[in-house]
């Protein structure tokens, strides 16, 4: 599903957070977005999603304006995001983590208990992606940070996104949870456009078809890893951020 | 308008004499609610402690001597009360809401029950000092003197309230943690005595407003109840940690009641949660309300 | 165990429950009247509470003013069986459609709000709710209450003896909480515990979360007009002071006690508060609100997560 923001804008007080961000993500691509901290990249989710309005702007989904529409409206439309630090139900399963978003999907939320079995093999099928299959019975509180982020990414992909959101998925993952990552995401169907915030630039080299980067609130470049890595303008954001 | 005026007038005053009262009891309890987050459901009982100290020192046919003695044992007790209803909170910092409500409520039902205990199931009547009783034509109509009076000691005591929390360094604190609790953490401040101060302030508060409505409330049992709850509306119509929002609430919530009573006796019940509906559909924080109340 | 049910709780164990309604339907035959009715004020009480736990333990909704259905639904009752039938289920179906829409009507407000708000909120409007108990004279009665209220009949045959009272009161019970356990292991359920959780994230996974805590509102409150309803089938007596603070007080102490979220726990915080209040109150010259307020205070210190918290606590 393509995605397409135009001229979008955010203030926070006198921080313009956003400021005239126009961006295009072909469908089935494997967008990344990088920046330095405070470049604008969580709130740009966040006005993708619905989470934030913009101030000016526009944002389409496949065609549609949805602008104005709620989160909860996107998110029928197709767009599902993993958060970058794990939202998750922290009293439930991980199995009942992944239920209640396969269900909000593709069952029906009855007032009657119900047996339902596709519910039960599409939430053992998503945690078993996600390499979670034998942990699907340990509750939220007990499973590790890498875990955590893993589920986080399972209850993306349950309610069958058709644009997934990852803010910084390999964030404090081991060096064998984050191939496990890559892997995933480089295996995940032509059907799902996948844009993703990642400041581990080697998860975003091997995974992107394109790289736009952020700066400042603005796009600084935006194109295929080749010409990106190769641009002295982003290593002198980059750089000038870290010193 | 002009003869509406001349009929409602005597509703109109008491409803500022209520407001009045009514905000020296809410500011307390707004400021502990923005500040401290925490829903202090022992305010009412506060406030009733307050009235009983008036029936007991200042009684029926009070001298200036045991008024004004009422006055200050009901404001040394509210800061005793405050400080260490703020000491049995402090550990449930970290705790739910619920945890907070049920210890307050806890205490209130010690109080008032005690209060009961002590003084017995019957309301006593309390009245004003001498010279305070009598009445005053006020634009042809014959009105209690007292309420004028605390009109008047009600808004002094707003703009006191309202010049330290806005203009003093002290009120400055107190109005960050209100905006931004975290932050004034982060900053290093360390605000634990301003969050015991604010508490035995309000307390304090609440305890003298239970003996200046004295005279109109007098002391009885459930009292306690009828007041926090009109306190409750007044925060949530003004806005959680303002001042403003409680003297605005309050004056509202004041003129809401009496003409309420006096106009539809039947329904002041409903025109209450009317107003308290009507108020929260068009501002959901209340109408100073920062952005405590919409947080999940 | 299947995703979707919750932890296996005691309630599952049918032989424990069987063995429960068992004991409980044979009271009357080893008490005296007045033991058996208090039993039943018990059973009527955990009604309540478990309807309460249902938004404070399941849904995260902690109400203030829970005990506003409840009076909603026994002065309802009341009214059908002195001014048309008490002729079961008649009473209890207008006090469930009673206590619902009374939350129907206050709930689109309260659910709006998020924590100490709701609070407030739920206490301001049960204390409204009250206060009309108190003026509206022609129908509540006002102060004195709604008295003469006719029993309950089965058919043309008044239920007057005690033990026949009781029975009643058991099997709307047994309905109720019934419904209430097969709710909350619904998918529905499994919604409201995500809401509880994590409510913005619910938002994201595209529930509409304001739409489900309404309809649990409204659904607890239903539960709770059909435990008004059978407080006035007991009691034959409602009082204002059946809609007030004090009563939803109490019963957030059952939950408390008992134990949030556990849906059985409530039961046994309720027969403690009725203990307390109606056996040992009574010795201390009706001064048992005073214990009250003392196990109030005890029970956050020392068992925030009440007598269930310890069982699930040494199950896990």
Redesign the interface.
Known sequence: MTLTCHGLRRRFGALTAVDDVSLSVTAGARHALIGPNGAGKSTLFKLITGLLRSDSGRVSLAGQDVTTASEVRRCRLGISQAMQHASLFPTLSAAENVTLAVRRHEGRISWMPRRQPSIHARTDEVLDQVGLADRGRVQVGALSHGERKQLEVALALACRPKLLLLDEPAAGMSAAERAGLVALIAGLPAEITVLFVEHDLDVVFELADTVTVLNLGRVLLSGDPAAVRASDEVRQAYLGGAR | MGAWLDANLVGVVNGFAIGFLLFIVAVGLSLV?GMM???N?AHGAIFLLGAYVGAALAGGNPSWGGFLGALGLSALLGLAGGGALSA?TE??RK?????Q???T??????V???L??VYGDDPLAVGAPPGLDGSVPVLGAFYPTYRLVLIGIGAVLAVLVYLVVERTTLGALVRATVADRDMVAALGVDNRLIRVGVFAFGSMLAAVAGVLGGPIYGARPGLD?TVL?LA??V??IGG?GSVRGALLGALVIGQVDSLGRTLF??V???V??GA??LV??VR?RGLFGGK????? | MTPAAPQPQRWAKPGVVAVVLVVLASAPLFLAPFATSTVSRILVFGLLAVSLDLL?GISGL?S?GHAAYFGVGAYAAGWVSINVTSAIPVPLLVGAVAGALGAALTGW?TV??????F???T???G???H??AH??EPVTGGANGMAGIPPARVGDQPLVVSGYVHWYVLAAFAVGVAVVLVVSRSPFGLALRGIRDN??RMRALGYPTRVYKYAVFVFAGSIAGMAGALLAAQQRLVTPADV??ATA?LA??AV?IGGVGTLWGPVIGAALVILIRDAIGPGLDG?G??V??????A???VL?RGFGGLVSRRHR
């Open positions: 609610f987050d925490v829903l459901l049995m550990p449930l705790r739910s809401h619920l945890d409500a049920l210890l409520l806890g205490v209130t039902l010690v008032a029950e005690t009961v205990m109840s709850i409750l509306v925060v949530v959680l006796p039947d002041a019940s409903f209450l949660f308290l509906a929260l559909v959901p405590l109340g919409v947080r999940s | 404070v902690p203030l407000i709006r709000a998020h924590g100490v708000f609070l407030m909120l206490l301001a409007i204390e409204l709710l206060q009309l003026t509206w409510e913005p007030g603070f007080a957030l102490l408390v001064h609100t005073l009250l307020g003392l196990v109030f205070i029970v956050v210190y925030p």
